[in-house]
């Protein structure tokens, strides 16, 4: 199976905003009233998690070891500081799966960026590989971003030259654009075409639309501006969750320190920052629900 090619035949037509649906446009409709109303009724993660049955069952990598990950630290919004000696980038990077994990021995070695903004941004993926070494040599490459004109590729030379200053091998790095997929669409916890836009679940694209197996190894990135606890919620009651070996998950809250010094949630506005009605106690949840189920789950910045 081309799974770039089904990806595609499946996907196409799916466009729209997901971060800021106001600020960048974009009339998100149903999609933004709907996760307003889950985040106003929020109340844990109550849900079993659910055992899936899958044709190739056998976790990859096999050596993953909860035992090296690092200490949530919810009093510091997760990640402490972005920069200094005790900054995240000091602190959380080590710990990441590949470090201790063998990712060439699984069948497929996919990374999802959801949220992807820019390409190059800073938080980009190609900054991602920066901290992350050991996804340059993956062989899928999938990112999603909703709000148009932000997410493209380099031409082919200017491509291979940054893949390559990153420490890609000069084969990998020339096959790279063939081995990377592109999607505006929104990203939600079930997928729903009646929703303006289409919305596009997070399970139904993992299992369904990817084809993905425990077998895989499968390394996604997540900042969906507050969507990210339905979504979780739902991978965990679905099962859906045994597909995703490492997950660096961005969490939005109504947070105290972010309040006073960003304005966060001082602004209300119907279908943005609904996520305010999310806690502290909410976002330490999600990210022990997660781990608990045996997702090596880390902050995002």
């Given at each position: 199976?081309?799974?770039?090619?089904?990806?595609?035949?499946?996907?196409?037509?799916?466009?729209?905003?997901?971060?800021?649906?106001?600020?960048?446009?974009?009339?998100?409709?149903?999609?933004?009233?709907?996760?307003?109303?889950?985040?106003?009724?929020?109340?844990?993660?109550?849900?079993?998690?659910?055992?899936?049955?899958?044709?190739?069952?056998?976790?990859?990598?096999?050596?993953?070891?909860?035992?090296?990950?690092?200490?949530?630290?919810?009093?510091?919004?997760?990640?402490?500081?972005?920069?200094?000696?005790?900054?995240?980038?000091?602190?959380?990077?080590?710990?990441?799966?590949?470090h201790h994990a063998n990712f060439s021995k699984c069948e497929r070695s996919v990374y999802i960026d959801v949220g992807a903004r820019e390409f190059d941004s800073k938080e980009g993926?190609?900054?991602?590989?920066?901290?992350?070494?050991?996804?340059?040599?993956?062989?899928e490459f999938y990112a999603f971003e909703a709000a148009s004109g932000f997410y493209k590729l380099p031409p082919q030379p200017d491509l291979v030259r940054r893949l390559q200053r990153?420490?890609?091998?000069?084969?990998?790095?020339?096959?790279?654009?063939?081995?990377?997929?592109?999607?505006?669409?929104?990203?939600?916890?079930?997928?729903?075409?009646?929703?303006?836009?289409?919305?596009?679940?997070?399970?139904?694209?993992?299992?369904?639309?990817?084809?993905?197996?425990p077998a895989d190894a499968v390394v996604v990135k997540m900042d969906v501006e507050g969507y990210e606890y339905d979504i979780v919620r739902t991978l965990l009651a679905d099962g859906?969750?045994?597909?995703?070996?490492?997950?660096?998950?961005?969490?939005?809250?109504?947070?105290?320190?972010?309040?006073?010094?960003?304005?966060?949630?001082?602004?209300?506005?119907?279908?943005?920052?609904?996520?305010?009605?999310?806690?502290?106690?909410?976002?330490?949840?999600?990210?022990?629900?997660?781990?608990?189920?045996?997702?090596?789950?880390?902050?995002?910045?």
């Amino acid at each position: 199976m081309n799974v770039r090619k089904v990806t595609l035949a499946l996907l196409s037509g799916l466009a729209g905003a997901q971060n800021a649906c106001g600020t960048a446009g974009v009339n998100c409709g149903e999609a933004e009233a709907l996760q307003t109303g889950i985040a106003q009724q929020w109340s844990g993660f109550g849900t079993p998690v659910k055992l899936g049955t899958w044709s190739r069952p056998q976790r990859c990598p096999p050596e993953t070891d909860f035992g090296r990950l690092e200490d949530l630290l919810p009093q510091k919004h997760f990640r402490g500081p972005l920069s200094g000696p005790a900054s995240y980038f000091k602190r959380v990077p080590p710990h990441y799966l590949g470090h201790h994990a063998n990712f060439s021995k699984c069948e497929r070695s996919v990374y999802i960026d959801v949220g992807a903004r820019e390409f190059d941004s800073k938080e980009g993926m190609l900054s991602t590989f920066a901290v992350y070494p050991q996804l340059l040599g993956f062989d899928e490459f999938y990112a999603f971003e909703a709000a148009s004109g932000f997410y493209k590729l380099p031409p082919q030379p200017d491509l291979v030259r940054r893949l390559q200053r990153q420490g890609m091998s000069a084969a990998r790095a020339a096959s790279f654009a063939r081995r990377h997929f592109f999607l505006q669409a929104f990203i939600g916890a079930r997928s729903n075409p009646s929703t303006t836009p289409p919305t596009l679940g997070f399970s139904d694209l993992l299992k369904t639309m990817l084809g993905l197996q425990p077998a895989d190894a499968v390394v996604v990135k997540m900042d969906v501006e507050g969507y990210e606890y339905d979504i979780v919620r739902t991978l965990l009651a679905d099962g859906t969750h045994a597909l995703i070996d490492e997950i660096l998950l961005e969490v939005h809250y109504g947070h105290p320190a972010m309040m006073r010094r960003f304005n966060w949630c001082r602004m209300p506005k119907p279908g943005w920052q609904f996520w305010c009605s999310y806690s502290l106690q909410n976002a330490t949840a999600m990210y022990r629900a997660l781990r608990d189920a045996g997702v090596y789950a880390h902050h995002w910045p």
